[in-house]
């Protein structure tokens, strides 16, 4: 009898351990399975969160600023959570009219902002702005001078400095260019231009600057101490010598077309004028104006036919004067790829992580390789 009742209490005992162990197990899967649950709704939620980012241009015009957009949403479609807004002034002057598009876009509290500033100097107030209500700011294409403290994420833009100065190394390994620099004495200088709409956007300074600089560094091989930068006070540097190159920059009175059509009349009617560097596609276009659409720069039968002249960009009539051999080439940025790597970099910003300014490709093209797949693809139209 004892024996019977020992073996119901073991039988118990065992049943009630068993049964512990599984209550055990089972709490174990629900609670494990509940932070399961919980992981995968945080990442769900990082995944398909929505950011409303406004984009800001310079300008409807210029079809540059329009691929800048085309890659700017093709970042967009790639993230697949990004709404892209874009808006711009109708042309790169209208400076008040981007500030009130600026504020538009702040009064939105989007998640982020892309500005590419017509004058990176007046933006003052809206960077502070932005700052102040935790909207991260990227620039792209033009880089500011001087932001607000803690306003700018980031930047990216071409280096102008360094993509001018690639126009300058061109030009100095043209042989008829470099035959005018060693003949040229004091009483015979020549002159070496650099049209620009102005000097006050930072592009089109940092291209002036770029330019005019490497190729005075580089003329000193040919000419020591007799090469002079002349024309904007910004820019100026004396030879120590009698001048036998001078380097001009050519500012017209205002960016309208007319007074940049006008400056470059101006230029190309000075004797000895040797090469042009046109900073952006309106001083291209202002040239080619004053050279009767580019025919005065024929190669046999110009009037200007010895003029060597280099432009800034892409598009069509800047494609056209160098296929025609108008101009001895140019230098091109890439639109597309500046806008798609704007977007990442403020997403990237916008998610908390840690962004730096990148520069943006810069390659040279002429008649002779702007036809090769891996320029062609970045010379828009």
Not at 59 to 72: H, P, T
Not at 279 to 307: F, I, M, P, Q, W
Not at 334 to 361: C, R
Request: aromatic content about 6%; hydrophobic content about 40%.
């Amino acid at each position: 009898m004892k024996e019977k009742i020992l073996f119901v209490l073991l039988a118990s005992l065992s049943f009630c351990s068993l049964s512990a162990c599984g209550n055990n197990t089972s709490t174990n899967s629900i609670s494990h399975q509940k932070e399961d649950e919980a992981v995968k709704a945080t990442n769900g939620s990082e995944d398909t969160k929505e950011y409303n980012i406004e984009m800001v241009g310079n300008s409807f015009a210029v079809q540059f600023c329009n691929i800048n957009v085309d890659g700017a949403k093709a970042a967009a479609k790639e993230l697949g959570n990004v709404t892209l807004n874009y808006n711009a002034s109708q042309d790169s002057s209208q400076v008040q009219e981007q500030i009130d598009i600026l504020n538009q876009a702040i009064a939105k509290k989007p998640d982020g902002i892309l500005i590419a500033a017509a004058d990176p100097d007046a933006l003052d107030a809206q960077m502070m702005n932005a700052k102040e209500q935790g909207i991260p700011v990227v620039a792209y294409d033009i880089s500011f001078n001087s932001p607000p403290e803690g306003s700018l994420a980031a930047t990216v833009s071409t280096n102008n400095e360094s993509a001018s100065g690639l126009a300058a190394e061109k030009l100095m390994q043209n042989k008829e260019f470099i035959a005018e620099v060693e003949k040229a004495t004091a009483k015979d200088p020549i002159v070496v231009s650099c049209l620009a709409p102005d000097a006050v956007m930072t592009a089109h300074n940092q291209r002036i600057k770029g330019f005019t600089q490497s190729l005075y560094d580089l003329l000193q091989k040919y000419q020591p101490g007799a090469v002079e930068i002349t024309g904007h006070t910004n820019f100026i540097k004396k030879a120590e010598k009698p001048v036998a190159v001078s380097i001009h920059t050519e500012i017209p009175p205002t960016k309208a077309d007319a007074d940049i059509r006008n400056q470059a009349q101006k230029m190309v009617n000075e004797n000895h004028i040797s090469a042009v560097f046109c900073v952006n596609e309106a001083s291209v276009t202002a040239l080619l104006s004053a050279t009767t659409d580019g025919n005065d720069l024929d190669r046999d039968t110009g009037k200007y036919k010895d003029l060597i002249a280099i432009g800034f960009d892409a598009g069509k009539t800047m494609k056209e004067a160098v296929k025609n051999e108008y101009f001895y080439g140019a230098v091109a940025q890439d639109p597309y790829t500046m806008g798609y790597d704007a977007l990442k970099t403020l997403v990237e910003k916008i998610n908390g992580k840690e962004v730096k300014d990148s520069d943006a490709t810069a390659i040279w093209y002429d008649h002779t390789n702007m036809d090769n797949p891996d320029i062609s693809k970045i010379l828009y139209d």
